[in-house]
């Protein structure tokens, strides 16, 4: 399916061909944008939410949404916040588009010599020095570990939510 909006195999050469990546990454994006009203905000707050959406939407493949968050980022001002909001409005309904199942999907082996301890000091070393890919896959593996506690489990949905918005500090503050 031709998208008008975002262009997935753009998205995963960014990301390494990372289909399980791309897929957080969608989700996370949907879930942080869907009720954000960019012309409702103050100047502090939507230059804030501007340079985080000028890097979450390249890394989803919305280019034309990347390159006016860029503009407006780069320039500081307002002047097309309509068309920002227009964009990132049709970049939300196409993602309920996006098929993952025609690319084929990227599969985790499960390197049995890892325990769970190096698997989330590799999760926390990854998250402080903000690479997605390095907490995305040793959290992958932690999932089919099937004797996890309790508490690791509470640990595994934590971190996974937080790296669907990229947020790495809230990373290492779970594991620290």
């Known amino acids: 399916m031709n998208l008008k909006y975002i262009n997935k195999e753009l998205a995963l050469k960014y990301l390494d061909y990372d289909i399980n990546l791309y897929k957080n990454i969608l989700d996370g994006f949907k879930e942080q944008y869907k009720n954000l009203d960019f012309l ?6 939507f230059f804030k939410e501007i340079h985080q959406l000028k890097s979450l939407s390249k890394n989803i493949g919305a280019a034309n949404l990347y390159a006016l968050a860029e503009k407006m980022n780069s320039n500081k001002t307002r002047e097309e916040e309509d068309k920002l909001q227009e964009v990132l409005n049709n970049v939300l309904d196409e993602i309920k588009k996006v098929s993952i199942t025609e690319l084929p999907l990227y599969k985790y082996t499960t390197n049995e010599s890892e325990s769970k301890e190096e698997l989330f000091e590799q999760i926390l070393n990854g998250a402080v020095k903000n690479r997605p890919k390095k907490v995305e896959e040793p959290l992958a593996k932690l999932k089919q570990f099937e004797n996890l506690t309790s ?7 934590k971190i996974d939510k937080e790296i669907k918005v990229y947020n790495f500090g809230n990373i290492v503050n779970i594991l620290s």
């Open 40 to 45: 409702k905000l103050e100047d502090s707050s």
């Open 151 to 157: 508490r690791e489990k509470e640990f595994v949905q």
